[in-house]
Each structure stands twice: as structure tokens, then as C-alpha cells.
């Protein structure tokens, strides 16, 4: 067996999603050196189609690290969210009752593509198809990565730092001793039928809610659409054809004029959440899934990873330039706080839309509970203004 290659760095970071990518970026500009180890093909990770909208802090973040330009590009920006009520259309706007804020349409893959480009534009150091990736050490002065190539060529990276970037299944949490971690996981005890169709976006994002169940509509493009469709956990997909997912939407969008298209992808999302406390161990920091699942409900995912990233990011600059490494003593509880603020948003959500819909399944109390809170929305400004606020992610 040949001799490992041996290197250094001062951040090494595990994965290429968009946590990973953007704390990558965000060191680059801060002048920090960092190494990004994926186990994925480029095309791989260019092509995972998953969140699709980026709040208003995230795109602020990126404006004020110098990245607007190269990430935000064309997204397009909606001050407007429809919430269509037994086939009744209401709009709420959002973005004036945010005092101007507003999130954008950023489908995650073109958000990585643009982080890659702009990340390899600055000559940073990210390599795809890294195979048996292990953290070794991650509770010491001076842990280590270590992978395979390609090619099978041993690899060690020796880091001052190391960054758990790689998602719900990957090896850093794992990393970590069992008894340095409290877990909390939640089953919401309800299934999303996901879909994306050739079919044009709304006028606006779209929450439905009736008796049929809840249902949801989303841009993801020029001429396509993603879809939601309430359904039980762990649905059978082939018990959905087409014919099924159009006659559906039509009924709980409440339009029979819903043209159908292509479906492109379809999956089964049963909504879960899960946070891991604390999110570091030694000089291991997990950001983003990596620490926290969170049900699509509310959009925050991926906005989650991207605020994890920022602190993370700033922390590691003081702790390197200014000697001050408080800031990174203080990375897991500055993200558990925004965590669970957003675990409550997306609950509190989940509820409304879900026990709205039909009162046999969420009982007559709570569908009445329900209701009077997704009025509530429109009829108080500081109701509709703090749900604004949180979608905006400034709350
Ligand atoms: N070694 C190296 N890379 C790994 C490993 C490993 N052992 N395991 C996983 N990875 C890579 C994956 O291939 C993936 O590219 O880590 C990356 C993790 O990316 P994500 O799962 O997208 O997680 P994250 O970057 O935290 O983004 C989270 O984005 O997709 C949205 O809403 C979604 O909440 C989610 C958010």
C-alpha cells in the first residue's frame, strides 16, 4: 500500500453542499485556507435538485461578503404569498409587511453551480469523488481527514479546524463520541408527495389548503414547477400516476383549468426534525444538515445551512486574525438558538396548514385552532408582519 500524501490546512471541510460550499467561499474572502473533500462527482452535486428558496438574510450575507454578484445573479424575488383557502384565493405581502425584506427564487442547484465557479475562480482547493473519508482526532489539538482518490491513492489533510459539511448521512457527527451528544428527533407523523413538472409557475408561491388535504405550488424555473401534496408517511410512489397527481393539485389548488406536464421527479418526504446539541466537538463544527433536520415547511433547510456556515466562518476569521477564539466557543449555541427558532416556525406552520385541511383527520378543534390562526395572518399587521419577518429570516 502506498504512503498516504500528507498536507495541511487550516480549515478542511467535509462536503460540497451548500453548506459546505458556502463556508468555503466565505473563508476564501476572509484569506483563510480551507480544503473541500467530496465524496460526489462534480456533476453529481451540480445536478441534486432539493431547496429552491433563499431567505433574505442569506442573500444579504452574500451581499455583504463581496458574492452578490457571482451567487445571486438572476434569482427572482416574490413579495407576495398566496395562500388559496377552500378554492379562495388570499394574498398576503409578505415583503411590505417585512418593511421591504423579501427571499428569493434560487433553485439549490443553480446555487451550487455558482458557488463551485466562484469558489474555483479564486484558485480554492475542492475535490470531488473522495472515497472512505475519516475524521481522525476530531477531539484533539490537531485532527486529521484522511480519503482515498480517485484513483485509490491515500490522502491525509492535518487541520486546525475541521467543518462537518456533509449532510444528514455523512461521517462527521458520527465522529463523535455518543455520550457528547443529546439528540432530539421528532416525527411529524405526516408524509409530503413531492413533485417536479414542466408546468408553469404561479403567479406567486402557493399554499393550499381544503378538505382534500394540503397541497403547495412553487416556481423552480421559466417553465417549471416543484409540488406538494400532503399524503401518508412512507406513501407508495407508484400509488401516484400522473393522472392522479394533476386530478389532485386541481382539486386542492381548487382550479380545474391546472394545465398538467411532464412530471420530472417524484419522491415521498416524510416530515421529520432532528437537532444534535451541542454542533461542535473538540475542533469539529457540524453546519447544516450535518446538525440539524428540518421539515420543508417554511423553506429553511438549506437557509439554515447558509447561516451555520456565516458564524462558522466568522468565527474561525477571529480565531485566526485576531487571536480571539470566543466567537468559536460560541458557534453551537449561536446556531441551537437560530435552530430552534426555525424548528418552532416550521411546526408552528405545519400545524396551521396541515390541521386547516380536512377537520376528520386533524379532529373539528384543532381545524377550527387552525383556522382562526391562518386568519389571523391577514386580519392583525403584527400577525402577518411577524410571520413575514420569518420567512424573511430576520425575526
Ligand atoms: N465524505 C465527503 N462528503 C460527503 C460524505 C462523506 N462521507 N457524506 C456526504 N457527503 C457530501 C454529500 O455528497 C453532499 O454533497 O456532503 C454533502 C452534504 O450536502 P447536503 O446533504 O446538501 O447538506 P448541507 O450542505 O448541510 O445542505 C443542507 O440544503 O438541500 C438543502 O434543504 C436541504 O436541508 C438541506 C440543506
Given amino acids: ?95 411590505d409587511l417585512a418593511g421591504g425584506k423579501f427571499g428569493r427564487i434560487l433553485p439549490q442547484q443553480f446555487l451550487v453551480q455558482r458557488l463551485i465557479t ?40 492535518e487541520a486546525d479546524y475541521l467543518a462537518g459539511c456533509d449532510g444528514f448521512h455523512g461521517v462527521s457527527r458520527r465522529s ?29 408561491p402557493m399554499f393550499a389548503v381544503s378538505a382534500h388535504g394540503f397541497a403547495a405550488h412553487f416556481p423552480r424555473g421559466p417553465r417549471s414547477s416543484r409540488f406538494y401534496l400532503q399524503c401518508a408517511p412512507g406513501e407508495d410512489l407508484d400509488a401516484w400516476d400522473d393522472r392522479r397527481i394533476f386530478d389532485q393539485l386541481r382539486l386542492r389548488i381548487g382550479d380545474p383549468d391546472l394545465p398538467a406536464g411532464a412530471v420530472l421527479e417524484k419522491a415521498v418526504v416524510d416530515m421529520r426534525s432532528f437537532v444534535v446539541d451541542p454542533m461542535s466537538y473538540g475542533r469539529l463544527f457540524l453546519v447544516g444538515d450535518a446538525a440539524h433536520i428540518i421539515t420543508p415547511m417554511g423553506g429553511k433547510g438549506m437557509n439554515l445551512a447558509l447561516a451555520d456556515a456565516e458564524v462558522l466562518a466568522k468565527a474561525v476569521r477571529s480565531a485566526v486574525r485576531d487571536g480571539d477564539a470566543q466567537p468559536l466557543r460560541d458557534y453551537s449555541k449561536t446556531c441551537l438558538d437560530r435552530t430552534w427558532s426555525y424548528q418552532e416556525f416550521s411546526r408552528w406552520m405545519t400545524e396551521m396548514l396541515h390541521d386547516s385541511g380536512d377537520p376528520a383527520t386533524s379532529g373539528p378543534f384543532r381545524h377550527k385552532i387552525a383556522r382562526a390562526r391562518l386568519d389571523r395572518l ?11 419577518d420569518l420567512m424573511a429570516g430576520e425575526a
Fill in 118 to 157: 466562484a469558489f474555483q475562480e479564486d484558485g480554492g482547493d475542492l475535490r470531488f469523488g473522495c472515497q472512505d473519508v475519516t475524521l481522525e482526532r476530531p477531539g484533539s489539538e490537531r485532527p486529521v481527514v484522511t480519503y482515498r482518490d480517485e484513483d485509490g491513492r491515500p490522502h491525509e489533510i
Fill in 176 to 204: 463523535v463520541p455518543e455520550a457528547e451528544q443529546t439528540i432530539y428527533a421528532y416525527d411529524h407523523g405526516i408524509g409530503w408527495f413531492t413533485v417536479l413538472a414542466d408546468v408553469p409557475p404561479p403567479r406567486h
Fill in 1 to 95: 500500500m502506498s504512503e498516504a500524501a500528507h498536507e495541511t490546512t487550516t480549515v478542511a471541510i467535509i462536503g460540497a453542499g451548500p453548506a459546505g460550499l458556502t463556508l468555503a467561499n466565505l473563508l476564501r474572502t476572509a484569506g483563510v485556507d480551507c480544503v473541500v473533500v467530496e465524496r460526489q462527482s462534480r456533476a453529481y452535486v451540480e445536478q441534486r435538485q432539493r431547496a429552491g428558496v433563499l431567505e433574505h438574510r442569506a442573500a444579504r450575507m452574500f451581499e455583504e461578503w463581496g458574492l452578490a454578484d457571482r451567487v445571486l445573479q438572476d434569482s427572482r424575488t416574490d413579495g407576495v404569498q398566496e395562500f388559496r383557502v377552500d378554492g379562495r384565493p388570499r394574498f398576503l405581502p409578505i415583503a
Fill in 378 to 388: 391577514f386580519t392583525s399587521p403584527n400577525a402577518g408582519g411577524l410571520f413575514s
